[in-house]
Nanobody, 115 residues
């Protein structure tokens, strides 16, 4: 099993920045991909960004150029640097990890962007 713990959410004004962190524990040696998803009220959970163990990253079109995902394998931690935040970015952000045995989720952290 893999356990994930997020931190760093909060309330920020439009145009501001936040940094999310997600620390993995448990069967960490098996993790391939880590990423961030988000779910706004009344909407489906959507991909924000993912990064492989080889640090290849992919982003949703809506966040390209504003968000940066990074991974510190020595700390088993993935980060999401969010700049130029918009009210449309308001959501619960979930950390995600995948290995050969399954998909794992964190408990989520709220990000609220005021206009």
């Amino acid at each position: 099993q893999v356990q994930l713990g997020e931190s760093g959410g909060g309330l920020v004004q439009a145009g501001g920045s936040l940094r999310l962190s997600c620390a993995a524990s448990g069967r960490i040696f098996s993790i391939n991909t880590m990423g961030w998803y988000r779910q706004a009220p009344g909407k489906q959970r959507e991909l924000v960004a993912v990064i492989t163990s080889g640090v290849s990253a992919n982003y949703a079109d809506s966040v390209k150029g504003r968000f940066t995902i990074s991974r510190d394998n020595s700390k088993n931690t993935v980060y999401l640097e969010m700049n130029g935040l918009k009210p449309a970015d308001t959501a619960v952000y979930y950390c995600n990890a995948e290995d050969s045995w399954g998909t794992y989720w964190g408990q989520g952290t709220q990000v609220t962007v005021s206009s």
